[in-house]
Every structure is written in C-alpha cells, then in structure tokens.
C-alpha cells in the first residue's frame, strides 16, 4: 500500500509536466497560427487598398489549409463580381454615346431632307406633279422618323424594365397565321414569294401576345428592309417540349464575322449601307423573346439561306 501512493504523487508529477508541454506546445503552435493570420490580414488589407486605388486585378492568394483561406475566397468573388459590374457600365456607356450618335444622324439628316422637301413646297419652288411628288417624300421621311422613334423608344422601355407582359396560355398556331395574313398583301408587293407552313394541330403556349406579334413582325420586316430576298419560308414545328418558329429567306445572308453579333444593340452587319434601320430591332426581338421564356438562334449561309430560329416552351396542357 505504501508503495501505491507513493507512486501516485510521481503519477501527478508526471502528468502535470506532459499537460504543461502541451500547453507550451499549443501555445507555441497557437502563436504561429496567429501570426500567420495577421501577416494574411496585413497582405488582405494591402491588396483591398490596392485595389481601392483602381487596381481591380488584384487577388489575394490563400491556400486551402489556411485559417483564413474562407473569407479570401469571397473577397476575391467580390472583386471579380465588381469587375463584372465595371465591365457592363462601361459597355452601357460606351453602348448610350452610340446610341446618342445614331439617333443625331437617324433623326436629324431625315428632319432635315423633310424640311427642305416642304420648304421647297411652300416656298413655290416646286409646282405641279412635281410639288406632289416633294410633298409624298417629305411624307415618307415622316413615316421613317416616327418608325425610327418607335423602335427607340421600345428599346429604352425593355431596358428600363418598365415593359409589362400580360403572360397567358395562347393557341400559338392561329395566332400565328393572324400576324400572317396581314404580311401577304406586303409580300405580294415586294415580289416576295413565300411560303407559309403552319400544322392544323391546336399548339398551348404561354406568351404575351403583342409581344409575340412584335417579335414575328419584326423578324419579317427585317427580311424586308435588309435581306434582298425573292423568297421567304415561315414554318412552325411542334416539337416534344417546346414549338420553333422559323422565319428562313434566300438573301445576302450574314457574314461568319457578324454572325455572333446581330442580337448586339446597335450592331449594323453592314455600316456603309444606305438603307433605313436603327441597330435596336433584332435586339429588341432577342429581349422579348428571353422575357417570355423563348431562345432565339440565327444561321445563315450567305446568298443560299439565312433562318431565325425562335423556341419557346410548351404550355402543361396536351397539345393536340
């Protein structure tokens, strides 16, 4: 028994020294730890107010194990989000100088061809057949401007997000051949051959639709104004998930360089043309379609065939 307890207090004695070494070792390790983490600190706040001074590409870099390898990880998302957010205003501003430029020239050179056509009218410049003429021109000038203020003014309202959409379920292929007919007698009077391809079946999609027409009309005019087709095929398939209408035609087509950009504000595929058109109708197109759940696609071989391809989803009723 004596030797029992005596050997106890050397039990204590002992396990008192191993807690103290590895509390000197925790300490130690601890110490580390922490001066670690301020020099992590220090590194973070210099690389913050770098770049607070301008330098967004900056990163602070962290290994895995680190204690502070979380919250370096969300700083650097931040700064790459803020990038993104740079990035965009720079594109918005650079996109609103353009659009300023434009309508200076779009609104402007028309106004004043308008104002010189009626001038020159009531003035007695011009007399006879040829005041009717100056006077039918200064006509169409106001129809392009009053187009042109039309499309500009969509543009600004999509991007505004003021533009509301009464979503509901439509029978998509009756509709479609009503936006249609009105295109027929325009057809004929541009020697545009066509062909129409519509099934019989009842078609259940949830769409706006104004926007819809928008969208079908716009895609049609563009055919008109730009394409210098002779022939023109509008077709709707009625596929398993989604309906593709698509708006094809034999024109000069679009060039593999301009192909990814038509849906680009302001994008002409071709700048020296002469012809009438504001850069915003297909983006404006591609914007109606993405609100209402749609996805638009463009292909084109030039001079054989170029085809817009719109899908939108199908409605939860069977489609019959």
Request: include cysteine; glycine fraction near 4%; charged fraction near 25%.
């Amino acid at each position: 028994m004596e030797e029992i307890y005596v050997k106890l207090p050397l039990l204590v004695v002992v396990l008192v020294i191993v807690i103290a070494f590895i509390a000197v070792i925790s300490a130690l390790l601890l110490s580390r730890k922490m001066h670690d983490v301020k020099l992590k600190l220090n590194d973070i706040s210099e690389t913050l107010d770098d770049i607070a001074q301008g330098n967004s590409n900056r990163k602070i870099l962290a290994k895995p194990s680190d204690m502070t390898s979380m919250i370096c990880y969300k700083i650097n998302n931040i700064v790459h989000e803020f990038q993104e957010q740079v990035i965009d205003l720079k594109k918005a501003e650079k996109t609103n100088s353009q659009l300023m430029t434009s309508l200076s020239h779009d609104v402007r050179t028309p106004l004043t061809t308008l104002i010189g056509y009626l001038d020159a009218a009531q003035k007695g410049i011009v007399v006879g057949t040829e005041r009717e003429e100056y006077i039918e021109t200064a006509r169409l000038r106001a129809h392009d401007m009053k187009d042109y203020v039309d499309v500009l003014f969509e543009w600004f309202k999509l991007n505004s997000n003021e533009e509301t959409f009464a979503i509901r379920k439509v029978e998509l292929a009756e509709l479609t051949r009503s936006i249609l007919k009105d295109w027929i007698p325009i057809f004929e009077a541009n020697c545009l051959n066509f062909d129409i391809d519509i099934p019989e079946k009842r078609i259940k999609v949830n769409l706006d639709i104004d926007a819809y027409a928008r969208i079908i009309n716009n895609l049609i005019q563009n055919v008109i104004s730009h394409s210098r087709a002779t022939h023109v095929k509008i077709k709707v398939f009625l596929l398993a998930v989604n309906v593709m209408i698509t708006i094809a035609d034999d024109g000069k087509g679009i060039s593999k360089q301009d192909l990814p950009h038509v849906f680009e504000r302001l994008y002409k595929c071709d700048t020296a043309r002469s012809e009438k058109g504001s850069g915003l109708g297909l983006s404006i197109v591609q914007q109606l379609v993405g609100k209402m759940g749609g996805s638009i696609s463009v292909q084109s071989e030039p001079y054989q065939r170029t085809e817009f391809i719109v899908r939108f989803p199908l409605g939860d009723e069977k489609n019959c």
